[in-house]
């Protein structure tokens, strides 16, 4: 369902004019935007009658290149990106969606002769990351993690080209993902086993955040975590389910086993005044701990468990989930921040499983 966000996802993100890009040519032929991006910046990779088959279509389209701005970038000779990640460097290369993102983000540099540079996030902190991150030595950034509104405008004033995902900043391009449905079909499909209670396991909300996002008519919010929030409770009200049979439980993504296991066993207590119970969670990994907990409970039944994201782990457990493509989502990031394509948001699919 388009809303004023995704339509506008498909406009220049950093002139605020609706053009064509790249990605218009290559749906027209059927073909990769990496292809279509190399007939116009390196012709060398294609042959004389693809290339000039793009050029044509492209014309005919009214497309006749990239943005001045992007090949100003192109002319610099880049030679490296920098990646600013949500957490510490152990956590990026122990989580199978991280890496799935990072391997996005690799395979474009790769085809592209460019280099990595990783940033954590320091002590979780945003200040101290963004100061690290406009004095780096790269020529372009990805920034993977969400921006508070009092920092927007540093990020707006980036000294570099620059792309947000999983966030939105305003005059910013941006690679989201389409939480609010893909909450909304991981709760309907809990509520499908007729539960008597749901536990939703969700990321860090504030109060006043999580209060808007539970509303009937929540604004659209620019952090993942509200806009899952704001699906879950949505999806709720219209299966009629009542909302004081839903358990809320934030869990920390730093560490989401070890969480989601402390946050089950506050919650057992309640919960096991209930025979059936439903699980959902924010993460795959949240889900998979929390359900091996709880199916030790005693005189309970867990009839559904929906997590989030798709990962190995989630296959071979059986667990029902939603699917994001970590992959696509850092191609997509390489290609927003260095070829000025349209910001974008990537769908979300439902996984039916065991659970």
């Known amino acids: 369902m388009a809303t004023d966000e995704t339509s506008s996802a498909h406009t220049g993100a950093r002139s605020g004019r609706v053009r064509l890009t790249l990605a218009d040519v290559a749906a027209k032929l059927d073909i990769s935007r990496t292809t279509v991006s190399n007939a116009f910046n390196r012709p060398e990779q294609l042959s004389k009658e693809l290339r000039e088959t793009i050029l044509s279509t492209a ?29 510490d460097l152990p956590y990026a290369f122990n989580d199978p969606l991280t890496l799935d993102f990072m391997r996005g983000v ?26 690290v991150a406009f004095q780096t030595t790269a020529d372009a950034l990805i920034f993977h993690a969400e921006v508070p509104p009092e920092f927007a405008p540093m990020v707006r ?7 947000v995902v999983d966030t939105m900043v305003p005059g910013a391009a941006s690679v989201c993902l389409e939480d609010r449905r893909g909450a909304e079909l991981a709760m309907a499909h809990a509520l499908k086993a007729k539960p008597d209670v749901v536990l939703v396991l969700c990321f860090f909300v504030a109060e006043e955040p999580m209060k808007r996002a539970q509303a009937a008519r929540a604004p659209r919010s620019p952090f993942n975590a509200c806009e899952r929030v704001a699906g879950y409770a949505q999806a709720a009200r219209r299966a009629g389910f009542d909302a004081s049979r839903i358990v809320w439980h934030i869990v920390d993504d730093g560490d989401p086993e070890t969480a989601a296991l402390r946050a ?12 059936r119970i439903a699980l959902v969670a924010a993460s795959d990994r949240i889900a998979l701990a929390a359900m091996g907990a709880m199916r030790t409970w005693p005189s ?33 990031a390489v290609r927003v921040v260095l070829d000025d394509e349209p910001s974008v948001v990537l769908p979300l699919t439902l996984v039916p499983r065991d659970t």
Do not use: C, N, W
């Not at 701005?69 to 957490?87: D, S, T």
């Not at 089950?264 to 025979?275: D, F, P």
């Not at 009839?303 to 970590?326: E, H, K, Y």
């Open 59 to 87: 014309r005919e389209l009214g497309y006749f290149g990239p943005d001045p701005k992007a090949r100003a970038l192109r002319r610099k000779e880049l030679r490296e990106v920098a990646l600013v990640f949500h957490h």
């Open 157 to 163: 004033a980036a000294p570099l080209p620059l792309v």
């Open 264 to 275: 089950v066993e506050q919650e057992r207590a309640r919960l096991s005044k209930h025979k």
């Open 106 to 131: 690799a395979r474009q540099l790769q085809q592209r002769g460019l280099t990595l540079q990783l940033i954590p996030m320091f002590s979780r902190q945003i200040e101290p990351t963004l100061d």
């Open 300 to 332: 309970v039944e867990l009839v559904s468990v929906v997590g989030f994201d798709d990962i190995p782990a989630a296959a071979a457990a059986g667990l029902t989930t939603i699917r994001q493509d970590g992959v696509e989502k850092g191609e997509s």
